[in-house]
């Protein structure tokens, strides 16, 4: 591994991509695998966790690995596409080895774990080599002296700790690499933790990130996590998700907790909720979002897209507007027409939004069928399309990312992650 430094610092992998010999990616490595032995002895880094196509989480082995380059990584080629599963004797240094509580021996001095460090063996075993700990910030009287406490990297032998698995184990560290990923990416990083690590790793995320991992995970993880928060922080956590999502996960749960959950909701996140499930399963009621982008016929071209610009809208929900009499809040006033983003392009920003609505189109009823849904959208080329009521309200959209939700599998998701296992 002539490009290889000889020391490599853990957290700076996570992320890289991973090639093979012509250069082609294959992968991102999320994790590395070792074998944590007595306390003391240098644990063999046994190889990659690397997720490719996107979901699946493979392993590399060190044996395979040619070179570690900044930015970079490179393979052999001849990788085992079957899916990583964990043995007992194994231990994610990023998953379960960092924010771990460590004593330094020579000093005394405790503090946690934030990064790793590995290095080659002369026998060409890579071995994880030094720790790096971060003490408590100081204080005094009560009041923090400095933001971050005193950092230290000392070698693997003098630290304690190591091996202990603490139930109060913090999850600092993981939680920030979680953080920087895609909801998605950061579900399956969940999904794939011990069980006991997952708990502290969601008892430590905030609630919004945590709404946002509910909804990409499988049913029945969904289902253990939520059960597993106080009633009040699963409430919380169920605003903060999509309505449709949100409803969803309630369905699954049993009678009475659903029903304590939906008391705790705000009032008016709890009436979204509840409106959803009273439409029958799989239709277009069931399925929509009731907070698209809902526009009066007086604003202008500017105030619409200054609305689909929000990035918390998906690509789908910011294609089009809905124009509607007051009020503007599902059920609104009489549904006039939908904007489509390509047309609010290219008007001037102070026309009126009512002069770029288009009415042609017969909007869907809360009683369509997913096929119906499917046809509709398939029909005139669309990524969404409004739900208008018998009354000619607008109770919600529908999008597509919603009806691939529905026609999938129900345990898509789970198959996603296990994909090729």
């Not at 049913?219 to 597993?228: F, K």
Request: some cysteine.
């Amino acid at each position: 591994m002539s490009t290889t430094p000889s020391r490599v610092f853990v957290a700076r992998l996570v992320g890289l991509p991973i090639y093979d010999p012509l250069g082609e990616q294959v992968g991102k490595i999320r994790d590395l695998v070792a074998s944590v032995r007595a306390e003391g002895s240098q644990p063999r880094v046994l190889g990659l966790i690397a997720e490719v196509f996107g979901r699946r989480r493979i392993f590399v082995p060190m044996t395979r690995v040619t070179s570690i380059d900044a930015g970079q990584v490179y393979t052999t080629g001849l990788i085992n596409m079957r899916r990583f599963e964990q043995r007992a004797t194994e231990t994610l240094v990023i998953g379960q080895m960092f924010d771990r509580q460590v004593t330094i021996t020579a000093t005394g001095a405790t503090g946690t774990v934030y990064d790793v460090a590995m290095e080659q063996a002369r026998n060409r075993d890579w071995v994880l080599s030094r720790v790096a700990v971060e003490e408590p910030a100081g204080k005094l009287g009560g009041a923090r002296l400095r933001r971050r406490g005193q950092t230290h990297v000392v070698e693997w032998h003098d630290v304690t700790g190591l091996t202990q698995r603490s139930p109060t184990q913090a999850a600092t560290q993981l939680v920030q690499a979680i953080n920087e990923m895609r909801p998605a990416d950061a579900a399956h990083m969940i999904h794939d933790l011990p069980l006991e690590r997952r708990r502290q790793v969601v008892a430590s995320l905030d609630d919004e990130r945590l709404a946002e991992v509910l909804e990409e995970l499988p049913e029945d993880d969904q289902v253990e996590i939520l059960e597993q928060l106080d009633s009040e922080r699963a409430a919380d956590v169920l605003e903060e998700m999509s309505p449709d999502d949100a409803a969803d996960l309630i369905a699954e749960l049993p009678p009475e907790t659903a029903a304590a959950l939906l008391e705790l909701m705000e009032p008016e996140e709890a009436e979204d909720v509840r409106r959803l499930m009273s439409y029958a399963e799989n239709t277009a009621g069931a399925m929509m979002t009731p907070e698209p982008v809902i526009l009066g016929p007086d604003a202008t071209i500017a105030d619409a897209l200054a609305h689909v610009r929000n990035p918390e809208l998906t690509p789908a929900l910011a294609a089009l507007v809905y124009v509607c009499r007051p009020p503007l809040e599902a059920p609104t006033g009489k549904f006039l027409g939908v904007a489509h983003i390509q047309r609010l392009l290219r008007e001037p920003p102070s026309t009126l939004v009512a002069a770029a609505v288009d009415s042609d189109l017969e909007p869907l009823r809360p009683s369509s069928t997913l096929d119906e849904v499917a046809a509709h959208l398939a029909t005139y080329n669309l990524v969404a399309a409004p739900v208008v009521d018998d009354d000619g309200r607008l109770v919600g959209a529908v999008s597509v990312d919603d009806l691939l939700d529905h026609l999938l599998p129900d345990d898509w998701r789970d198959k996603a992650v296990r994909a090729h296992g």
